[in-house]
Structures are given as C-alpha cells and as structure tokens.
C-alpha cells in the first residue's frame, strides 16, 4: 500500500471556488433588498406562491443532489458497474404519482408545512411527532452533508477543512435568512448549473485523455462493468431491478410526494398547472443527473481500470477517489479542478439551503404558530428569518459532532430514517384519506 496522495489547488481554482460563494451570496442580498423585501411570511416561507415551473424544478433537482451522491455515483459504477442506472427506471413513476396524486390535494388545501396533512387526517399530536422527527433527521443531515465533501476535499488536496466548512455554512445561512425561499430557489438554479458544468468537464477531458468514448466503453465492457437488466429477486443482492427500479419508487415517493422541502416548492408555484409540470420537467433532469455520474465512474474505469487509487492507498475512501481522479484529469488545467469543486459544494449548498428553509417553516407553522395565534405579521416574519439563521448555527455545531463521532453518527442517520419511515408511510397513505 502507498501512502495518501496530497494534490494542490492553484490561485485560479481559489478564485472559482470563492466566486461561487460571492454568487450565492449575492443572490440572497439582491432578494433580500428587491420586491416584497421578505416582509411577510408569505414572502419569506414560500416565495408568495410566485415562482414559475423552470425554477422550481431546478431547485427540486438540486435539493437532493448532494456533494455525496456527486461524489459516491460515479465511485459506485467504477465499483460495481452500471447496474446502478437503473434507479432511472423508478423515475417515471416515482415522479407521475406526486405530479398528479400529492401535488393536487396540497396545492388545494392551500398548507404550507406538509405537517398540516396530519392534524387534518389524525390529531394534533400525530403531527407534532411528524414535525419533531423531521427536524431530528434534518438536522444531523445537515451536519453530513457539510462535513463530508469538506473532509474529503481535505484528504486528498489539502484543502482547508474548517475554513471550507465555515465559508459554507456561513454563506449559506446569509443567503438564505436573508433572501428566504426566492433565493434559496434562485440560487439552486445557479448551483445546478455548475453542478452540470463541473460534471461535463471532467467527463470531456477524461474522455478525451482515454482516447475517446468508443474507448471508454471497450474498457468497461472487457472489465465487466457494463450491466444488462437483472431480475435476480434475492434481495440481498446489490443491485437488481427489484431492488432499484421498484424499490427506487417508494424512494422517489418519499423525496419528491410528502418531504417538506419538495412540497414547499410546489407550493411556491404561481398555478397548480406549474407546480405539475415542475415535477415532469425533473424527470428528463434526473436522468442527465444519473447518466453522467454513471459516464463518469466509467471513465475512471477507463483510467485505472482494477487498479485504483483505493487499492494503492493514494485514498483512503471510495468518496475521496473521485476528487483524486478529478485532480488527476485536470493535473495540468488549472481552474477546471476548482470548477468541480464549485461543483461539488454547489450540491452541498442547494441541499443544506432547502434544509434551513424547510425547517423554518415547519417550525414556524407547526410549533409556534398553532400557540401563538394572534402575532404580529412583522413578528412573525421576523422569528422566522431567525429560526433560518439558528439552524444555520446548528448546522456548523453538526459538523463538529459530524467530524468526532464516526461510525456512530451512521448508526445515528440510520435509526432517524427508520424513525422518520412510519412518519412518511402516513404521508404517502393519504390518497385513501382525506381526498
């Protein structure tokens, strides 16, 4: 085994990086001084159901497109091969059924926190649990999402661990205090365009450095990393049609039917008609998203074939080989390897963003609210630019505890998805409830 391999970024991939922040920021001032100057709760928590269908979708695609599954697709397919892709088949429903079943009955009944649903169908209580389980996973989430793409930037370019945690956090948490929903919005389309931007790159010239596409895929097939559909049934099995494509649906159910944060989108849109075609307009940008971490896991393959940085001891994770594999593509290109990072935190960003956002709103409209009937717009606009701001906060302490717990903050990530799973089971029943 060799030792961890340190690639260095140069001034120009400094600047990349830092223009992505200075970007974002200014999307959340300019809403922050422009329009309604989110004076109201409206304004702040739900963009004035104002928004048009080609921002919306783009915020719903970025939403979920963390800085992890950046950096863990394409590590996925050089490991495992493109069984991976057939996720894509969960889509078409996993998108239709919120399009015309979820998205209708929230967009009448006029909610602003998904929570609302089950006061509505159950009690009080059952939608005061709902709220307290969101925002236990949001928030240890939070934590990962920041801390894992920084850690690994830091393991293999030496990248300043803390002082990319902070800048995140903290540019993030501006924006989105001060700019609320319309720019949480505004800026996930600017960050999905550097997320596509970053991906191509690497794609093209690894291609090109490969010797082309027709060479490619020669490569994965003579390495056997090109899948035909498997309708293995055992579900111990990694990947199999079973396991993704229909599996796949009730993961799309969960993310894109009742999370808070898709729905607070929908519920942004001017017209239930828009809020519709957002969900069909994600559909054909989930799967660009998923074909090019597949195209470029093969291209590493292309590159190293079995031998992989991993296996030489170059890294020490499957996340970090596919920033050594970056910084390797672009050794000679400078700025490119700073554009993937803009890349890779843009995903971070658009995905912490939605979270400060959505638990705001969920905490605003569920938990104050309700026992504060007779605030004061003003006020309660107000506490809800801090409750943004404080789980700003909480999410760089998350990154703290993310970096000193390990292994026992997975655990603690997976009991939250078997707690929250019996929340979203009476979500996604709610076709047979009050509809």
Known sequence: MGEVVHMHFTTVDYVIFVLLLVASAGIGLFYAFSGGRQRTTQEFLMADRS???????????ATFQSA??????????????????????????????????????????????????????????????????FIFQMVIYMGVVLYAPALALN??????????????????????ALGGLKAVIWTDVFQTVVMFAGQLAVIVVGTNQAGGIAEVWRIAVNGSRIAGLDLNPDPLQRHTFWTLGVGGVFLMLALYGVNQAQVQRYLSSRTEKEAVMSCYVVFPCQQIVLCLGCLMGLVMF????????????????????????????????PGLPGLFVACLFSGA???????????????????????????????????????????GLVCLVMAYVASIMGSVLQVTIQTSSITSSAVQGYLLGFPYGLC
């Open 51 to 61: 928004m048009s269908c080609l921002p919306v979708s783009l915020s719903l695609l």
């Open 68 to 133: 992890v599954a950046i950096l863990g697709a394409p590590s996925e397919v050089y490991s495992f091969g493109t069984q991976y892709w057939f996720l894509g088949c969960s889509y078409f429903l996993g998108l239709l059924i919120p399009a015309h079943v979820f998205i209708p009955i929230f967009y009448r009944l006029r909610l602003s926190s998904t929570y609302e649903y089950l006061e509505l169908r159950f009690n009080k209580t059952v939608r005061i649990c709902g709220t307290a389980t």
């Open 155 to 176: 393991a293999v370019t030496g990248f300043d661990l803390w002082g990319a945690v902070l800048a995140m956090g903290l540019v993030c948490t501006l924006y989105t």
């Open 302 to 333: 292309a590159r190293y074939g079995e031998d992989s940085p991993l296996d030489k001891g170059y890294v020490k994770t499957n996340d970090q080989m596919v920033l050594y594999f970056v910084m390797d593509v672009f050794r000679e290109l």
């Open 349 to 391: 960003l658009s995905t912490i963003s939605s979270a400060f956002n959505s638990l705001a709103t969920v905490t605003m409209e569920d938990l104050i609210k309700p026992y504060f009937p007779n605030m004061s717009e003003r006020k309660a606009t107000l506490l809800s630019k801090g409750l943004a701001l404080a789980y």
